[in-house]
Structure formats: C-alpha cells, structure tokens
C-alpha cells in the first residue's frame, strides 16, 4: 500500500495540477497538505518591509479555503499547518508514513532553500520529494534549447517557440482523490489577525474588488472571455489605469497558481474558435509568454537577478539609501502628483497597473535615485499578485541592468496623464477621495 503528500505551494488549484495527478497515479491513499510558511509571512526582508503585506495575504488565505472547501465537495480535505515545510510537513509525513511528497519544484533562491531543508529531513525517514511542473506554459523539456541557452532577446525566444513549441493541454480534474487522512487533524485556518493585520479595508473605487482562490479565479476568466467579452478590445485597453476591466486582473490567480497558465491560454484558443483570432487575442497571449520568458531568464540567471549590478557586473548601479526620500515615495507623498496616486493605490488595494509599475519604478530609480533593489522588496511587500520572476526581472529592466532596457524615454508621467487619463480620473481617485462621487460616479461600474 503505497502512500503519498501532495504539497500544495503556488499551485492553489484542482485542475491541471500536476502534483495531483503524479500523485493520484503512484499512490493508493494520498493526504493533501498546505503549509502558511514563516519565511513569508512572518519574515521582513533586507531594507525592513513586511515581506507579504495584508492584501496578498488575504488572498492567500482566501485561496486556500477555497481549494480546502473544493476538496471537501470531492470527499477529501486539506491538511493546513503554520510554520515552516521543514517542520510541519516532515511532522506530518513522519506520522502518514508516506513514500513520497508531490509538489511544484520552485527555481527561486528562498524557495530552493525551503524544499532543500525539506527534503534532507524527509531523507532521514526514508521518504522524498518527487518533483512536478506547473507553473509555465511550456515544459522545459518541449523547448528547442536548455535552460542555460534561453535567448537573451524576447524577439529571438518568441521566434524560437511562438509557432513552434504546443502548449500542452491542461490536465484534467480528477474524480477520485484517494483521500484517506489516517486520523491527522486538519488544522484551523489562519485569519490575518494571526499576522498582526486588521481586516482588510474594502474601498468601493478599488480596481481590484476580487477575492482570492480558483473559484473566483474561473469566474473572472469567464466573465473576461464571455460574459462581457472584454477580449475583444483587450489590445487597446490593457493599459489603462482606472477600474476593473481595462486588463485581465488575473495576475494573482496566475501567482498562487489558482488559474494554471495552460489551462488560460487553451481557454483564449477556444475563444478563437468562435470569435477568429485578432490583435487582442493574440496580444493576450503575447504577454502570458512573457511571464514565462521572465521566469526562464530567472532560472538562467538564478540568484543575479536580486544582485546590485543584476547581469551587469561591468556598470554601476544606484546604491544610494536615502530614508526620507524612500518613505515619501512607499507613502505617495513625493510631491509628484502621478506618483503620490500610484503608490496610495497600491498601499490601499495591492494592485496597480502595468503603466502604474512601470512610471513608479522608474521615478524612484532616475528621479530619486535610489538603489532599486530597496523599490522592488516595496513591490515585494506590497503587491497583491508578487511573483519573484515577474516583479525582480521587471525591475531589472527598468533599473538597465537586466538583459534588455525598459526604455526610459517611454516612462514619462506627462504622456501617462496625457493618454491614458485625460479626464483625471485616476489622480482624483486617489489623491482627492473625498471628491470621486462628486466628479466621477463612473468609477465603481469599472471602466
Ligand atoms: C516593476 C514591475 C513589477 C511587476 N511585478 C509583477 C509581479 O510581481 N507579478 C506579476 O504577475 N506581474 C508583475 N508585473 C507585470 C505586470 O505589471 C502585471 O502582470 C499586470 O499588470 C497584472 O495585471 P493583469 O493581470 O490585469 O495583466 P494583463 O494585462 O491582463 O496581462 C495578462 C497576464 O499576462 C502576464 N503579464 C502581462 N504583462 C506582464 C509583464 N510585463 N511581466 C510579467 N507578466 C506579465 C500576467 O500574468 C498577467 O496576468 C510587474 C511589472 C513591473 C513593471
């Protein structure tokens, strides 16, 4: 009788789940375990952020009660612990007598470190880690090229895959778990209390109203592709600033795996069948390769893309650490109206556009001049959808010192308000609430 652990990480989801299915095949009984990790959450990092800050911790809990209620519609349930892998989980699998744990294997440095420590425990009581995939749209192994030789250019890797490599279909949800829980406690779900943060605020012009987990993940998908076939026009309104539905709003499902990247990119093909395909699809698809290429440059250039010089040891970079300045700009209250609205939303909501991202990252970089590795542990903290390759080689870009620039010609607060908020709309939402009813009644149907 064989017995096995999925580990649940950043792959908040029942369908195409690839340690499930591994699982579900090796195993007679299987337990289902996610672990709320300290080195997260209870953890500041270098220059003294919180590193996950309420809004993504809420949503994190909120995925997590989600896959744990959809595995009791299934006749399982979901093992929650608070702690550290290397403690709880060794705990449980010493206890479940199990043969292996299922899980992602995550390429970045604190999560290497995590499953690392892990899995020398669970050797010490014969067990090991059997390692899935999950987190991409292409397994390495279909890519015309090793890790090691990923294309340094976008334009040279899209060539390379684009029309080339499949995306493989998703996996299918399965209907048998094989749950059998040997007596172990399921465990309390944690409140954001238990992380020292009050409720989190609801604000009515939030552009992100979405609570976390693969239920609502679906929802949004569905609404984005059908209901209101915001598909349609994706291409001229991703970058928008104000409300909900300029862009997908999916990042953070994509983050915590709630949505499997292969499991959208099908869904958009299936919409081609029925609507043909355009600039909008083809964009969308455009971008979701682009998430995969950031962590593929990540998992070739591994611990550089957090280093001063990044990929750039010849060139230096910013290293100035100016606490004023630093704490204007985390508060929106640099004096730049743009700015100062920018950083309000993303303390208040989590969220910010991709324009947003950009301009903030920029100004703190070429304006204040401050090291911008201090900026990307702030967007570490605070934002709802944080993902390590996608935030740290973001920043790498637009610090220079990444394989490719951001132009910073293009990174202009003029053209931002000139193009994508003539109405001051945006400004006003969050520099001057007090006045959103009044000016933009609107603002809370979106768009
Ligand atoms: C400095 C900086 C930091 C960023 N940090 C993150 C982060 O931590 N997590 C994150 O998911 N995205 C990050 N991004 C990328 C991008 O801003 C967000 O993915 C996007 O704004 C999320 O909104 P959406 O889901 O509505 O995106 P949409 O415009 O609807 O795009 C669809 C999906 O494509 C992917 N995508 C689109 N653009 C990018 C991009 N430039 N880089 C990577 N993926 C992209 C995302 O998964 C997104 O959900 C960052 C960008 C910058 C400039």
């Known amino acids: 009788m064989n017995r096995a652990i999925v580990w649940f990480r950043q792959d908040l989801r029942l369908h195409d789940n690839e340690a499930i299915t591994e699982a579900l095949k090796f195993a007679d009984e299987v337990l289902y375990v996610y672990i709320f990790e300290d080195t997260f959450l209870k953890s500041k990092s270098r220059f003294g952020f919180q590193r996950t800050e309420k809004h993504r911790l809420k949503f994190i809990i909120e995925s997590v009660a989600d896959l744990r209620e959809n ?47 892990l899995e020398k425990r669970l050797w010490t009581i014969g067990q090991e880690i059997h390692y899935v995939r999950g987190k991409m749209l292409y397994y390495t192994q279909d890519l015309p090229f090793p890790i090691s030789h990923t294309p340094d250019s976008f334009k040279a890797y899209r060539k390379e895959v684009e029309k080339i490599v499949p995306v493989r279909k998703p996996l299918e949800t399965p ?148 606490t004023t300045a630093i704490i204007n700009w985390t508060n929106g209250n640099t004096g730049e109206s743009y700015i100062d609205a920018i950083m309000k939303e993303l303390n208040a909501t989590g969220f910010i556009s991709y324009k947003c991202r950009q301009l903030a990252a920029a100004f703190f970089i070429y304006e204040l001049k401050q090291n911008w590795q201090t900026g990307a542990e702030y967007f570490e903290s605070r934002l709802i959808d944080y993902d390590v390759c996608s935030n740290w080689v973001n920043w790498n870009y637009i610090a220079g010192l990444g394989i490719q620039r951001i132009e910073s010609k293009g990174l202009n607060v003029g053209q931002l308000a000139q193009k994508y908020d003539p109405d001051s709309r945006y400004l006003d939402c969050w520099n001057h609430p007090g006045s959103l009813k009044k000016f933009h009644p609107g603002m809370l149907e979106g768009k």
């Open 175 to 322: 209907l048998d778990f094989k749950y059998q829980s040997d007596h172990i406690d399921a465990g309390r779900m944690p409140e954001l209390s238990d992380y020292g943060h009050d409720a989190a605020l609801k604000l009515p012009y939030s552009a992100y109203p979405f609570k976390g987990g693969e239920t609502e993940g679906r929802k949004r998908m569905e609404y984005f592709l059908r209901q209101s076939n915001l598909m349609a026009t994706y291409s001229e309104s991703r970058l928008g600033l104000s409300g909900s539905d300029y862009s997908t709003k999916l990042s953070a499902y994509l983050a915590q795996g709630c949505i499997s990247p292969k499991y959208f990119y099908h869904q958009i093909t299936d919409y081609e069948t029925i609507h043909g395909e355009s600039k909008s699809t083809y964009e969308l698809k455009l971008d979701l390769l682009w998430r995969d290429y950031l962590r593929l440059i990540a998992k070739k250039y591994k611990t550089m893309i957090f280093y001063k010089n990044c990929l750039k040891s010849a060139e230096k970079s910013i290293t100035n650490y100016d």
């Open 71 to 117: 595995l009791r519609a299934s006749n399982a349930d979901l093992i929650v612990r608070c702690g550290n892998a290397e403690d709880e989980l060794f705990k449980i699998a010493a206890r479940y007598k199990s043969a292996k744990i299922f899980c992602n294997r995550e390429s970045t440095h604190d999560e290497i470190l995590i499953q690392d420590k």
